[in-house]
């Protein structure tokens, strides 16, 4: 039966609007709610007319939700939560994370984010200022002068408001710093230069040009500094290239969290330990798809597995799991703590993408959250993986908000949101750790 028909539309107590730039997901979304059809009508831009379903649900990009109606009544839903920078603004993550661990020195986030600290300028000629709230960097950075680069510590350049690899990069002294510094300052200039003769851009370039008003209201750019990890796992069946673990992350209402067992690991195109003191060897330190797709032999069997089939223990396998279940129970925690930059509302739900990445020793550190993260880097080949995760989110979506009590009896029905949902992990909910 089409759920977009006149039958379903008479039939239908509630309706999801989905709407998303992006069709691979906009695709996947339809599908994984159709099986709620008839009971839930699936709607495409906005409801046709004469619908009046008595639960409607929200799936659309950030700007496009009617956060008015989502705020004043309990049966309009959305999936996203409002204010949520508190966790997928880097700087204002690390601030939270370093607060929460203050109170709680034995907390596993004492060891599992690596040491991070907030730079914060509004021209170059003030690096000296903004050092001084960061001079541990600067101490390594005098230290590593005298060093053969083999043996500097090394530190990771990220600005605070942007994604999907763009504008990171890697130094281990003071002149590198400030020559990656120039360069950034600069592209900020030019691109306001372009931004002036361009009216109007999609959704990337949306958030882009926010990013930049942002910071020229402001007269601040921010950037995190993280401790660079330079003894990542490398795996010989994958030629020794350095690789990050995609997370998967449902968090619903007010306020449960599951992690998506089926993770990715995303592989640098080229080999680290041939390059791991070539800083500018992008190719072998960064292992964004997004950044890779620009390369001539971008080849995405390559860059993007299954974390559940590299070659590896099972007990090691295991162990990592373990550690980024605790690790987000416990970031969630921190980050729920501060309403000031993370409120979470009942009527709300969203999905989050985390980037961890694992030392030699098998410790997993965790690197960023994202939000509306970009699945479709996960590419055809592994498409299973995200269809996984939008079958357990709208089943999820469907049993609570959607479906009223009498739909959720019918053995069916429960035996579908059940099998949907098997490999979301329950790792949080309300400011208690959970078991998984």
Not at 132 to 160: H, Q, T, W
Not at 232 to 245: A, M, T, V, W
Not at 378 to 395: P, Q
């Amino acid at each position: 039966m089409d759920p977009k028909g006149p039958k379903d539309r008479d039939a239908a107590a509630a309706a999801v609007i989905i709407d998303m730039d992006e069709p691979y997901v906009q695709t996947i979304l339809e599908s994984a709610f159709a099986k709620y059809a008839p009971l839930v009508s699936i709607q495409t831009k906005d409801l046709q007319d004469g619908m009046h379903p008595k639960r409607l649900m929200h799936w659309r990009e950030y700007e496009r939700i009617d956060w008015d109606a989502v705020h004043r009544s309990e049966v309009v839903f959305s999936n996203a939560y409002c204010f949520r920078k508190g966790l997928i603004r880097k700087a204002q993550m690390s601030f939270n994370i370093r607060h929460h661990v203050s109170k709680h020195p034995e907390s596993i986030l004492a060891h599992g984010v690596p040491e991070t600290w907030i730079l914060e300028l509004d021209d170059i000629d003030y690096l000296d200022e903004a050092l001084m709230e960061c001079y541990e960097v600067e101490d390594d950075m005098k230290v590593n002068e005298g060093l053969d680069p083999a043996e500097r510590k090394s530190f990771i350049l990220k600005p605070s408001l942007t994604g999907r690899g763009a504008g990171i990069h890697i130094f281990d002294t003071r002149a590198r710093l400030e020559s990656l510094l120039e360069k950034e300052f600069e592209s900020a200039s030019e691109d306001e230069d372009e931004d002036e003769d361009d009216d109007e851009g999609g959704n990337k370039d949306r958030q882009q040009n926010a990013i930049r008003s942002y910071e020229a209201v402001s007269q601040i750019r921010e950037w995190v500094v993280q401790r660079y990890i330079s003894n990542p796992l490398l795996l010989k069946s994958h030629g020794d290239r350095k690789f990050h673990i995609r997370v998967y992350a449902l968090a619903v209402g007010d306020l449960k969290v599951y992690v998506y067992r089926q993770m990715l690991a995303l592989f640098a195109p080229e080999p680290y330990t041939q390059s791991a003191t070539n800083l500018d060897n992008q190719g072998a330190h960064i292992t964004n798809t997004c950044v890779q797709e620009k390369r001539h032999d971008f080849d995405e069997a390559k860059a993007v597995e299954l974390f559940g089939n590299l070659d590896m223990p099972q007990q090691k396998r295991e162990s990592i799991f373990d550690q980024i279940c605790q690790i987000l129970s416990e970031t969630f925690a921190a980050i729920s703590s501060e309403s000031t930059s993370f409120q979470t509302w009942p009527n709300c739900m969203e999905q989050f993408g985390f980037d961890f990445l694992v030392d030699e020793n098998y410790n997993a550190y965790l690197l960023e959250a994202n939000a509306y993260p970009d699945f479709k880097q996960t590419g055809e080949r592994l498409r299973s993986v995200v269809e996984g995760f939008m079958a357990a989110s709208a089943a999820t979506a469907a049993e609570t908000f959607l479906l009223d009590n009498d739909a959720l009896t019918d053995n069916a029905l429960r035996q579908t949101i059940e099998k949907d949902k098997s490999d979301l992990v329950q790792v949080f909910t309300h400011n208690i750790s959970k078991d998984w």
